[in-house]
């Protein structure tokens, strides 16, 4: 027994003499493949040292005390701390191999790397010494309890790496320091956004270990992506990297979270697409939302709680506030069941300093008052300086000139401002400094210069004062044209609509597919009919302007809705929608969105569906709309084709297609494949796509089977 113990000490010895030299040499260690693999098992084993330093601590100083002379008793001492000195020693080396791999904070994997070693040396010497050891007892328990601190403090900072910063004791920091939050003062991103980044992606993105040279435990760290590029795109359809990969099958290895991890719910996938739509912008409130924006319901019923304590007044009678709303004077909760009210005024034409006073019933319950490009003037600031509980003012782009400006000082309770677009002055702003609760103030367009904004910031110091963006030497990139057709699909002919915000910008078009410039191509009129089958394309030019991207439509033409469909195979069982109906519901799917019922996903079968006809139907081509996600494995069919006939078993066919692939990664988008032929009669038609049965070289899943996904098939 004593032999075989000593040869498994000597494969231990060994392995740490390798770990000392592996560390000597570490900055020109390169792992080959094959040891990646046993690198990458130090997960497996980790709990092993850890449950054995214990385990043999508790035997060699409770068990093997009590029954001293027991030689069965004594050899599995010498048991337990050898096998503890080996999974020590393995487990140090396999997260040598690790440490590695790209993903991991050199400076992070420091602490956890050396004590880990430490370990292995530790048991491995007291199992060489254990006899001389034990004759020396402060010597002994120091070693001892010595071994249980550097294995606590290893698993920790192991943990850290892994599952991110200060993971033991989060949940009850989390708990001990969380406040409710007012609904007033939630913000999109720090309130509903950034909870969800941290309960699910921190563990891998933080500055201990970067999956993907990707870090999200900052805001600046968040803007600046990862190896692939940028997370976000607010103008993409598919809102760019990250959404996108939420949104791949749960088995693709490029989904995010990934398998095994807490998976996005439903609600959270809502609240991160909304935040990028509306620009990502990290400091934007949700009250400064509209009252129907889903992030504020969403924001309504999350903090309303919170928003009700905040106020102590009692709620406007019902009476009053039926009286009071008008369809240019909107009154509205600040959130489900509070006392708070907001007030927006709409339509210049329709306002008159009469509907302002009306609302003195109501002056202490009005928490917010939207007077934005109303034609107010200066004597009106004596009636908004009675809303004793006013806590938001927007009087941008009024009439105001700064006189009387000081009645506002008169607003304890004031916390934002806005003054923009209004002839206001550095010394009409003074006025208001002895506003304590002021803490935003927007002053964009204004007679106050660059020059006035040190003076005004030393005398109002805890005010955010936004003065705007002011660079006379940079050129500003256009915003795309604005689509404002809802339908995709022409049943029939409708008007092309088109519109750009920006004054003077010109939009220019093609309708062949063609890329749209300043000179070729037809400026936007606003009588372009579509009738069939088209690709719109669009772009907006100013001069003194980086000209837009080009934003691309197709436009699905649909003459003959069949009366019933058939899927004579099924499609995949994780993307049914709403079987053969869906081919022909004119319910278009979402780019990025392939998992709602509006999509057939097909894999291990060929499409091949049947559509009928109660009436013979005179036809000359059909389309079948499909969607191409490359990254997530959806490509074009290989073939396509379109059977016809008047009776099921004498079908004739009637056009293939073969789509041309793609050769690289590229953002989602929706395709049209229309297959022409010859006038025919006919009352049923079966459609046929095919799946690429093996991805391309270039393709990250190369060697997959790709899918194919379609959400309706147009006859015309």
């Known amino acids: 027994m004593r032999a075989v113990q000593k040869n498994i000490f000597n494969l231990v010895f060994g392995i740490n003499i390798l770990l000392i030299f592996l560390l000597v040499f570490e900055n020109s260690l390169l792992i080959p493949t094959w ?110 309890g010595l071994s249980a601190g550097i294995i606590l403090f290893t698993g920790h900072q192991g943990g850290t790496i892994t599952h991110g910063p200060n993971f033991l004791l989060a949940p009850i920091e989390a708990v001990s320091a969380k406040q409710p939050v007012l609904l007033s003062e939630a913000e999109i991103y720090t309130h509903l956004v950034q909870p969800i980044l941290q309960t699910k992606c921190y563990s891998c993105h933080n500055d201990k270990k970067s999956k993907g040279e990707l870090r999200i435990d900052t805001e600046a760290l968040l803007l600046k992506g990862g190896k692939n590029g940028k997370l976000w795109d607010s103008a993409a359809t598919d809102l760019g990297l990250l959404m996108r990969r939420v949104h791949l099958p749960l088995e693709n290895k490029k989904h995010m979270p990934p398998i095994g991890k807490p998976q996005l719910t439903d609600m959270e996938i809502q609240i991160l697409e909304a935040w990028i739509r509306k620009g990502a912008n990290f400091k934007t409130k949700l009250t400064d939302l509209a009252t129907n924006d889903e992030l504020r319901i969403i924001g309504q019923e999350k903090f309303s709680k919170s928003a009700i304590e905040e106020f102590d007044f009692e709620p406007a009678s019902a009476a009053s506030l039926k009286k009071l709303n008008t369809d240019y004077r909107v009154i509205s909760p600040l959130s489900k069941g509070s006392p708070a009210l907001q007030v927006d005024f709409f339509s210049p034409t329709a306002f008159s300093l009469s509907q302002l006073n009306e609302l003195l019933e109501i002056k202490t319950q009005v928490v917010s008052l939207n007077l934005n490009k109303m034609p107010l003037k200066d004597d009106a600031l004596s009636t908004i300086a009675q809303f004793s509980n006013l806590q938001k003012l927007n009087l941008s782009f009024t009439q105001i000139t700064g006189k009387n400006l000081d009645q506002l000082s008169k607003l304890a309770s004031l916390q934002q401002l806005s003054l923009s677009g209004t002839p206001i002055e550095k010394k009409d702003l003074l006025l208001l400094a002895s506003l304590k609760n002021l803490s935003k103030l927007y002053i964009w367009n204004t007679k106050i210069s660059v020059n006035d904004m040190p003076d005004l910031q030393k005398k109002m110091k805890t005010v955010l004062i936004e003065k705007g ?135 291990l ?78 009352k049923y038609i079966k459609v046929i796509a095919v799946p690429i049965a093996v991805l391309p070289k270039w393709h990250p899943g190369k060697g997959d089977k790709g899918w194919v996904f379609v959400d309706e098939v147009y006859v015309n």
């Open 35 to 144: 040891l990646q693999v046993l690198g990458r098992m130090h997960p497996l084993f980790l709990h092993f040292p850890i449950t054995l330093v214990f385990v043999f601590i508790f035997w060699h100083f409770v068990v093997v005390k009590k029954m001293v002379g027991n030689e069965w008793i004594v050899n599995i001492d010498r048991w337990l701390l050898l096998i503890t000195a080996f999974a020590a020693s393995i487990t140090a080396l396999m997260g040598l191999f690790l440490s590695k791999e790209k993903g991991y904070d050199i400076d992070a994997l420091q602490l956890h790397k050396w004590s880990g070693v430490a370990i292995a040396f530790i048991t491995t010497m007291w199992f060489a010494y254990q006899e001389w050891v034990q004759k020396i007892p402060w010597l002994h328990y120091s070693i001892a």
């Open 469 to 603: 963006f002011t660079d006379d030497t940079s050129i500003i990139k256009l915003t795309p044209p604005i689509l404002l057709n809802e339908e995709q699909v022409i049943t029939t002919p409708i008007k092309l609509k088109l519109k750009h915000y920006i004054n003077g910008a010109s939009i220019r078009y093609t309708l062949d597919g063609a890329e749209p410039d300043s000179i070729h191509s037809k400026e936007y009129s606003g009588d372009i009919i579509l009738s069939g089958n088209t690709t719109v394309k669009s772009k907006a030019f100013k001069k003194g302007w980086i000209s837009s991207n080009t934003i691309e439509t197709y436009f699905f033409s649909s003459k003959f809705k069949p009366d019933s469909a058939v899927n004579i195979l099924r499609s995949d069982d994780n993307y049914r929608g709403d079987g053969a109906n869906t081919l022909i519901d004119l319910a278009k799917g979402e780019v990025n969105n392939f998992k709602s019922p509006k999509w057939l996903g097909y894999k």
């Open 605 to 682: 079968n060929r499409m091949e569906s049947l559509l009928l006809f109660n009436k013979t139907v005179n036809i000359k081509s059909v389309t079948l709309s499909t969607l191409i996600d490359i990254g997530s494995y959806i490509m074009p069919p290989t073939s396509i084709e379109v059977w016809g006939g008047n009776e099921l078993n004498q079908l004739k066919l009637l056009g293939r297609l073969t789509p041309p692939q793609p050769t690289a990664v590229s953002k989602g988008y929706l395709k049209g494949y229309e297959i022409n032929f010859a006038p025919t009669s006919l």
